[in-house]
């Protein structure tokens, strides 16, 4: 019976904040939908300027539950700039909370609604998020041969080319590192010995497909590339062996206590466009984390044993960033779930807002 009650209770603390998110996301359709219907005979940079503002919105929600609810300790190393930038974010990938850590940043620079991802092929399935990201300025790649580099540079152009505030988040490694997945690591670390690279032990050997297509596409309109590397509190076992990083509904549970986060801002001046000299740029990036965290996990001066170097600034995130957030898609969902009519509309807009969103996505990559 006690058993029972932990294992429920545990199970809400992920179920309560995942039935939230998903519940307001026709209500945030809805609303968006109304905007992008009214906004046609506007011009381009007006439809942005609001579908960025809606977008933030619900984000600011999310975060809500990521950082307010959980109670999640951030730690940052580095400054982060006062002013918005067009960017394009660099990081380590570990797990799915990664996409957070991202908002996380975002948020604290007013810029959240500004991120767009570019996202594994794969992702655009997902039912109203997969278009919704696409829509919102995200770009969806397959891996390797498949890749396909018009439809991505095109797609940024678009972007740009209206004004479109640029925040774009990359993950070059191109899936998770995972220190159980030894075979992944393995065949990682034998391409970067077979292209005569430095062997990375905690990151795998990132490709620059990505990163190098969104530099060229967007140079003009570019500030900086953000080079973020992070590491998860908890993900170090007793015997000193690095654990997996918490998955979005792990760290809901409240998995993971602190957050570490080191922030290297580099001018966009400073970044080679030319393939082979960014190839090796970007890999000593990648160096320069492999590093980081192989001082996070395995120093042997406690002093830098789970830190970053430099001074860890503690950095919370205010309610009244995310709760506002929190009331108002509450409130337009509500109405919806109240009477019969809303709930057809509700459950119509699931149904058909997904199967038209596929068809799109696919239509128009």
């Given at each position: 019976?006690?058993l029972?009650?932990v294992v429920?209770?545990?199970s809400?603390?992920?179920w ?7 519940g307001t996301a ?5 609303s ?7 906004s ?6 007006v ?7 809606l977008?933030c919105?619900y984000?600011s929600?999310?975060l ?8 999640v300790?951030?730690v ?10 067009n960017?394009?974010y660099?990081?380590n ?5 990664d ?24 992702l ?9 990201f ?9 891996r ?6 018009i439809?991505?540079?095109?797609k940024?152009?678009?972007?740009t080319?209206c ?5 774009l ?5 191109g ?7 030894k075979?992944?690591?393995?065949d ?9 690279l ?10 620059m ?7 060229n ?11 973020v ?12 062996q ?5 998955s ?10 602190r957050?570490?986060?080191?922030f ?5 001046k ?9 190839r090796r740029?970007?890999?000593?990036r ?5 590093r ?11 002093d ?11 950095s ?9 957030s929190m ?9 919806l779930?109240l ?17 038209l969103?596929?068809?799109?996505v696919n239509?128009?990559?």
């Amino acid at each position: 019976m006690l058993l029972s009650l932990v294992v429920h209770t545990y199970s809400l603390r992920y179920w309560f904040p995942a039935t939230v998110m998903l519940g307001t996301a026709p209500a945030y359709l809805l609303s968006w939908g109304a905007w992008r219907l009214f906004s046609t005979v506007l011009p381009a940079r007006v439809y942005h300027k609001l579908d960025d503002r809606l977008y933030c919105m619900y984000q600011s929600m999310v975060l809500f539950f990521f950082e307010n609810y959980t109670g999640v300790e951030v730690v940052i190393y580095g400054d982060i700039p006062k002013n918005k930038e067009n960017v394009i974010y660099l990081s380590n990938h570990q797990c799915t909370a990664d996409w957070i850590i991202a908002d996380m940043l975002a948020i604290r620079q007013s810029a959240l609604g500004h991120v767009r991802y570019v996202l594994k092929d794969g992702l655009k399935w997902l039912p109203l998020y997969g278009w919704y990201f696409s829509q919102h300025g995200g770009a969806y790649v397959k891996r390797s041969a498949k890749f396909n580099e018009i439809t991505m540079k095109k797609k940024l152009q678009t972007q740009t080319k209206c004004g479109a505030p640029m925040y774009l988040v990359i993950f070059p490694e191109g899936t998770r590192y995972n220190p159980e997945l030894k075979s992944v690591i393995a065949d990682s670390q034998a391409f970067a010995t077979k292209e005569g690279l430095a062997v990375l032990k905690h990151t795998l050997t990132p490709r620059m497909k990505a990163s190098h297509i969104a530099l060229n596409a967007m140079n003009d309109h570019l500030d900086a590339i953000y080079d973020v590397t992070v590491a998860y509190e908890g993900t170090l076992s007793a015997s000193g062996q690095r654990k997996p990083a918490p998955s979005m509904p792990e760290f809901l549970c409240k998995e993971c206590p602190r957050v570490h986060i080191y922030f290297d801002r580099v001018d966009i001046k400073e970044i080679p466009s030319e393939p082979l000299f960014f190839r090796r740029w970007l890999h000593e990036r990648f160096e320069i984390k492999d590093r980081l965290l192989t001082d996070f996990y395995e120093s042997e001066d406690a002093d830098k044993l789970r830190t970053f170097p430099g001074e860890g600034r503690h950095s919370p995130l205010s309610l009244s960033k995310t709760l506002p957030s929190m009331i108002i898609l509450g409130g337009l969902t509500l109405p919806l779930l109240l009477t019969e009519s809303g709930r057809k509309l509700y459950v119509r807009t699931w149904l058909y807002g997904t199967l038209l969103g596929w068809l799109w996505v696919n239509a128009f990559p």
